[in-house]
C-alpha cells in the first residue's frame, strides 16, 4: 500500500445555526429535485446567502407519511438569517416542487424556528393546521392539491468548516481521491453535509489578501500549484500538481471529525495521494481546532 503523508495539523471549524430538514415526495426523483433546489447557491457564507446541502436518503418505513425522503441541512451565522433561508427556501424551491412534504428533522430541541407557519401563508387564509401524531402539521391548498409542512423546525449549534486537502500529483488522481471521499462519507457518516459542488472544492481561501487587503478572502495561494515558485510560502512540493479541499459542515464537532477521518482514510487509498493536509488560519478564528490524527482515530473503526 502505498505511503501517503498525513500533516500533524488542524482543521480550523466555526459554530454555526443549523437546522435539519426532511423532504419527502412521491419518489426518489422528486425528493432529490426539492431538496438539490432548496440546496443551490449554498457552498460558502463568504458570499453565499446561506450554507446547505443533501445528507443523505431515508427510506419509506422512517418517514412520518411512509414516503421516500431526502435529509437536507441549512447554516447560518445568525438566528434570523437561519430561519429566513429556511423559509425562503423551502417556499420557493420545495412548496413549487411536484408531491413534495415537509418535516422538522431535528426532534428534542428546545430553540425552534416557525418556518412551517410562516410559509403557511401563501395559504391566504384558506390553510389549516392539525395534529399528525403528535405534529403540529400545516396543510396549505396548492393546484395539486395540498402541500403539507410541519409547523416548526429545531435549530442547534452546528459546526462548520471541517476540511482536509488532498494533495496529488496530477488532476486526475486528486479529482478520483475527492470523489471517493464524497463517496465514503455519505455511505459512512450521518448528521454531515459537504455544502461545495459535488462536495468538492477547487479554490480554497485564505483569510483576506496580499494585494486585495480589504476582500474578506481571496485564493489559497500556499496551495496553489501555479503558484510554486512564485511564492516563499508555498505549501506544494514539486511532485504536487493538484489538490482539492473537502469543506464538512455538522450537527457537532463528533460527527465532523469523523467525517474527516473517513476522508482521510478514503483519500489515501488512491494511487497519486501524496499527502493530505488541512486548512486553517493559525487557530486565531474558529473555536473548532480538529486535528487529523485525532480524526483518523475516530474513524478507526470504520471499514471503506
Not at 68 to 92: E, M, N, P, T
Not at 106 to 118: E, F, P, S, W, Y
Not at 136 to 143: D, S
Not at 153 to 169: H, T, W
Request: with cysteine; hydrophobic share 40%; charged share 25%.
Amino acid at each position: 500500500m502505498q505511503k501517503v503523508i498525513v500533516e500533524d495539523t488542524f482543521a480550523e471549524a466555526f459554530p454555526m445555526y443549523a437546522t435539519r430538514v426532511l423532504i419527502t415526495a412521491l419518489n426518489k426523483k422528486w425528493a432529490l429535485t426539492a431538496a438539490r433546489e432548496a440546496c443551490g447557491f449554498a457552498t460558502s457564507i463568504i458570499m453565499s446567502p446561506a450554507e446547505a446541502g443533501i445528507e443523505g436518503i431515508v427510506s419509506r418505513k422512517a418517514t412520518p407519511d411512509n414516503r421516500i425522503g431526502v435529509l437536507i441541512q441549512i447554516y447560518h451565522r445568525d438566528l434570523a438569517s437561519l430561519k429566513f433561508q429556511a423559509i425562503a427556501r423551502i417556499g420557493q424551491c420545495v412548496l413549487t416542487c411536484p408531491t413534495t412534504s415537509v418535516y422538522n428533522a431535528l426532534l428534542n430541541t428546545k430553540r425552534r424556528i416557525h418556518v412551517g407557519r410562516a410559509v403557511s401563508k401563501f395559504g391566504d387564509g384558506f390553510e389549516y393546521m392539525e395534529d399528525v401524531n403528535g405534529r403540529k402539521i400545516w396543510k396549505i391548498p396548492v393546484m395539486e392539491g395540498e402541500f403539507t409542512i410541519e409547523d416548526s423546525f429545531g435549530v442547534i449549534k452546528g459546526v462548520a468548516g471541517g476540511n482536509i486537502l488532498i494533495l496529488a500529483r496530477n488532476i486526475e488522481s486528486g479529482l478520483k481521491a475527492a470523489e471517493k471521499v464524497i463517496d465514503a462519507i455519505r455511505r459512512n457518516v450521518k448528521y454531515v453535509i459537504t455544502p461545495f459542488p459535488g462536495g468538492i472544492v477547487r479554490s480554497g481561501s485564505k483569510v483576506g489578501g496580499l494585494k486585495y487587503r480589504k476582500l474578506g478572502a481571496t485564493t489559497n495561494h500556499m496551495y496553489c500549484p501555479t503558484l510554486k515558485d512564485r511564492v516563499e510560502d508555498s505549501r506544494l512540493s514539486e511532485d504536487i500538481r493538484c489538490v482539492y479541499e473537502i469543506v464538512i459542515n455538522g450537527l457537532s464537532e463528533k460527527y465532523v471529525k469523523l467525517a474527516m477521518g473517513v476522508a482521510i482514510k478514503a483519500a489515501s487509498s488512491v494511487k497519486g495521494v501524496v499527502k493530505i493536509d488541512a486548512a486553517n488560519f493559525g487557530g486565531r478564528l474558529g473555536k473548532y481546532h480538529i486535528n487529523l490524527y485525532d480524526a483518523l482515530e475516530e474513524a478507526k473503526d470504520i471499514k471503506l
